[in-house]
Every structure is written in C-alpha cells, then in structure tokens.
T-cell receptor, first 114, second 113 residues
Framework: AQSVTQLGSHVSVSEGALVLLRCNYSSSVPPYLFWYVQYPNQGLQLLLKYTTGATLVKGINGFEAEFKKSETSFHLTKPSAHMSDAAEYFC????????????FGGGTRVLVKP | KAGVTQTPRYLIKTRGQQVTLSCSPI?????VSWYQQTPGQGLQFLFE???????NKGNFPGRFSGRQFSNSRSEMNVSTLELGDSALYLC????????????FGPGTRLTVL
C-alpha cells in the first residue's frame, strides 16, 4: 500500500523567504503525485501534479516541485513567500491502477511572518 | 464553469441520527470521490463512484455508504452517527477514470453532538 510522509506539521517563514515543504512517499509502482493547498474553511485546491515526463513541475502561485525517484521525494518550493501563502499544504499520491483514490500526507501548516 | 458544489455546508446532528450529504460534480465529470478530514486522522478516502458504480472503497465501517445518480451527482449517507463522525466531508470530481486530477468542493462540516 502507498503512503505519504510530510516532514514538519508546522513551518514558519518570513515574507520574501524561501518556502520548502518536504514530502516523501512510499509506493510499489510508479505513482502520480500532487500538492494541494487548503485555506481556512475551504476545500482543497490543486497546486501542481506530477504524472509522467518532466520531473520538475511548475504550478500555480509560483510554486514548483521536483520528483526524485531515487529519493522517493516530491518537495514543494517557492522562492519568495507571500502573506497569502499562509495555509495548509497537503502532499498526496495516487496509484492509477487503484482508481481515483488519493492518499494524503498529514499536512503542513505554513505561517508567514511579515 | 461552475465548480464542485456540496450541500449543506454545515450540519449539526445528534448521536444515533443519520445524515445525507450531497455533491454535484463539475459538469461533464463522471467520477466522484469522498474524503473525510479530521484533526486526528487527517484526510482519509471514503469511496469513489464512476458511472453510478462504486469503484473503490476506503477503510470505513458499513455505516458509511454512498451512491451516484445518472447525472453524476453523488450522495453519501452516514447512519447511527457517532461523536467521532464529526468532520469535514469533502467531495472531489474528476473528468473520467483515466484522468488523475481531482477538483474538490468546499466541504460539508458535520458536527455530531
């Protein structure tokens, strides 16, 4: 069975600083990988996804992530944090043969300091 | 294009009651999945429906059930509510079973007293 681990349940960054959120996955077959963001009292919004092809994936709002198979990682980065980036971020894995079932990590809450 | 809609947005029930939540997917989407989000357990997959058939089921008791209608709208039902069922229930829709990207609705916040 697949699993996702997000290192750090809370991350605090200064406005303008690098945002780095770590995600490691476990899967016996090539996975599809996703990052979602959740703002308070809202659903999940897709930031970016990796399915096949280029391992560096660019998403919305200046975020990007790199799929590293050898490290089973899919870390999310943004060069310069903005106050509006304060939210909770979820990494997720999907095994296509298992249907549209997303397995999520525990989430990382990002606080942006002015 | 309208997004995924869920009704109601908030619900308060008491233990032992049952509840039905509704999800309308994005127009043209045929796959609907349900997830439960709690502070303790995080986001957990409940089940997925595609073309009115349940394709996948998570590890939840039989009190949790769902269905999908011919217009792809979906409902989930929880019977004999327990305090631990208090959660945000999220619905997600996908174009087909071949497309991985899922679009989430705002959720229904269920509180069981």
């Amino acid at each position: 069975a697949q699993s996702v681990t997000q290192l750090g349940s809370h991350v605090s960054v200064s406005e303008g600083a690098l945002v780095l959120l770590r995600c490691n996955y476990s899967s016996s077959v090539p996975p599809y990988l996703f990052w979602y963001v959740q703002y308070p009292n809202q659903g999940l919004q897709l930031l970016l996804k990796y399915t096949t092809g280029a391992t560096l994936v660019k998403g919305i709002n200046g975020f990007e992530a790199e799929f590293k198979k050898s490290e089973t990682s899919f870390h999310l980065t943004k060069p310069s944090a903005h106050m509006s980036d304060a939210a909770e971020y979820f990494c997720a894995v999907l095994i296509k043969a298992a249907g549209n079932k997303l397995t999520f990590g525990g989430g990382t809450r990002v606080l942006v300091k002015p | 294009k309208a997004g995924v809609t869920q009704t109601p947005r908030y619900l308060i029930k008491t233990r032992g009651q049952q509840v039905t939540l509704s999800c309308s997917p994005i127009s043209g989407h045929r796959s609907v999945s349900w997830y439960q989000q709690t502070p303790g357990q995080g986001l957990q997959f409940l089940f997925e429906y595609f073309s009115e058939t349940q394709r996948n089921k998570g590890n939840f008791p039989g009190r949790f059930s769902g269905r999908q209608f011919s217009n792809s709208r979906s409902e989930m039902n929880v019977s004999t509510l327990e305090l631990g069922d208090s959660a945000l229930y999220l619905c997600a829709s996908s174009l087909s079973d071949r497309v991985a990207e899922q679009f989430f609705g705002p959720g229904t916040r269920l509180t069981v007293l």
